[in-house]
Nanobody
Framework: QVQFVESGGGLVQTGGSLRLSCAAS????????FGWYRQAPGKQREVVAT???????RYSDSVKGRFAISRDNRNSMVYLQMDRLQPEDTAVYYC????????????WGQGTQVTVSS
């Protein structure tokens, strides 16, 4: 059974930092790519960062230089370090496997709320 459990969200002031964690299970972790996604109220879910099975990372333009994705293959964990947070980063954040068909995944967890106050 594929499962993703996100944690680490919260309320932070503009310019602050948070570190999100994701525990993955039921997936072939070592050969999978993963992503962090977010969905703000009234908006579609978007991908903000991805990490390949080899550790290559990519970021959306909106978070490049501020967020860092990483993975711990030993413990099947995926992390998102978020620095210099802005109010527009406010959203529910999710992790999931990443592929060109990520939006069709049915394995979404409950997500973790990130709120950035101005």
């Amino acid at each position: 059974q594929v499962q993703f459990v996100e944690s680490g969200g919260g309320l932070v002031q503009t310019g602050g930092s948070l570190r999100l964690s994701c525990a993955a299970s039921g997936t072939p972790f070592l050969i999978s790519a993963f992503g962090w996604y977010r969905q703000a109220p009234g908006k579609q879910r978007e991908v903000v960062a991805t990490v390949s099975n080899g550790g290559t990372t990519r970021y959306s333009d909106s978070v490049k230089g501020r967020f860092a994705i990483s993975r711990d293959n030993r413990n099947s964990m995926v992390y998102l370090q978020m620095d210099r947070l802005q109010p527009e980063d406010t959203a529910v954040y999710y992790c999931n496997e990443y592929s060109s068909k990520w939006s069709s995944s049915v394995y979404w967890g409950q997500g973790t709320q990130v709120t950035v106050s101005s």
